[in-house]
Structure formats: structure tokens, C-alpha cells
């Protein structure tokens, strides 16, 4: 605890910012607010500054991607919501699942073979497990899937240990956050879902 401390007492302004941005936007996404996605804009191109100057280089470049899905997000949770409140909270079929986990297995070791011989990123294999289960848990988010916080939560588990082993205080302590808040907006979800079923 003294070191996370210290580390937030320490830290750069961009780091602060990061920190900051990062808590709001899924708090946002949790209570499944349109304001999630301009914050989240905002949000992963100040992360993915930080991951390229730490040599996470998978994770610097998924920012852009993240980025791409945060504009396609806000259009669509927009555009396709029709005469209801909002967009409805839907769910995959289990041969989905399965497709959507191998697709992400697949990524993870074909990008992490590359990077162990053609980069110096510090840690490839856990990099890319990262990285590719963030943009399956990332696209199933902005399509209003309940199975992204799934992946929210098996990424930001992994995500602080190899933080925290690589010396990013920061962003190890962020995503520590954002594993209790993946699990919060599981919850959140699953039980606004059955609202909108209940009441449909």
C-alpha cells in the first residue's frame, strides 16, 4: 500500500490524468452513459502515450483500435437504440463465446510470437493476452454485449500483476480499480438487462 501511495503522490500529470480519465470513463460505461465515450476518447490517447513510452508496445497500439471503437460506439448506441430509452443489453449464444475466446487466443500468440523476435517489448506473451482480449472484450462493449465485462475482468486480473512486475505503478493500482469495477458493472448489467426483459 505504501508503495501505490507513493507512486500516486509521484506520479507525472499525465499520469494523474490517466488515473483520473480511466476511473470516469468506466464508471460512465457502467452506468451505461453516453458521456462514457467522449471521456473514453480522451482516455486512450493519453494511455496509449504512457504504454509506448514503456515499451508495451501491443498495448500502445490497441489504443488507437480502442479509439476507432469508442467514435463507433457512440454512433451506434445512438443510431440503433430507435424508439427505446436506450440501446437494449444483449447476450451471445455459446458457440459465439467459444468463437469469440479462440479468435482471442489465436491473436494472443501470433502477435506475441512476432513481438518476442521482432520488438524489445518487456513482457510479449502477456502483452498480447492483453491486448487481444481487450479488443474482443472492447467490440463487444461498444455492440452492448453483457460477455464484455467477462473479458474486462479476465484482462484487468492479468493486467495487474504484469503492471505492477514491469514498475507502472500507476497502471497497475488503475487497473486493480478497474477489476473491481469490471465486476461492478457485470452486476450492473446483467441486472438492467433484466429489467429491459422483464418489462419488454
Known amino acids: 500500500m505504501s508503495e501505490i501511495l507513493t507512486g500516486l503522490r509521484s ?12 476511473i470516469a470513463g468506466v464508471a460512465l460505461m457502467i452506468r451505461r452513459s453516453l458521456w462514457a465515450f467522449p471521456v473514453g476518447l480522451v482516455a486512450v490517447t493519453v494511455q ?8 508495451f508496445y501491443a498495448d500502445a497500439k490497441l489504443q488507437g483500435f480502442f479509439f ?10 445512438v443510431k440503433h437504440k430507435g424508439n427505446a430509452p436506450e440501446l437494449p443489453i444483449t447476450t451471445l449464444g455459446w458457440s459465439a463465446r467459444l468463437a469469440w475466446l479462440v479468435g482471442a487466443v489465436v491473436v494472443m500468440l501470433g502477435w506475441g510470437w512476432w513481438q518476442s523476435g ?15 482480449f481487450s479488443m474482443a472484450a472492447q467490440v463487444l462493449q461498444v455492440r452492448k454485449r453483457l460477455e464484455n465485462w467477462a473479458g474486462w475482468v479476465a484482462v484487468n486480473a492479468v493486467a495487474v500483476a504484469t503492471y505492477w512486475a514491469a514498475g507502472l505503478t500507476y497502471t497497475s493500482f488503475l487497473y486493480l480499480v478497474f477489476l473491481i469495477m469490471g465486476i461492478t458493472g457485470w452486476l450492473s448489467w446483467w441486472r438492467a438487462m433484466k429489467t429491459e426483459e422483464a418489462s419488454a
Not at 496509449?48 to 515499451?55: E, K, N, S
Open 11 to 22: 506520479g507525472s500529470p499525465l499520469d494523474q490524468m490517466n488515473l483520473v480519465l480511466g
Open 48 to 55: 496509449g502515450v504512457l504504454f509506448w513510452q514503456a515499451t
Open 68 to 77: 476507432v471503437c469508442l467514435a463507433y460506439g457512440w454512433w451506434h448506441w
Open 118 to 132: 521482432h520488438t524489445d517489448a518487456a513482457m510479449p506473451y502477456r502483452d498480447t493476452f492483453i491486448a487481444s
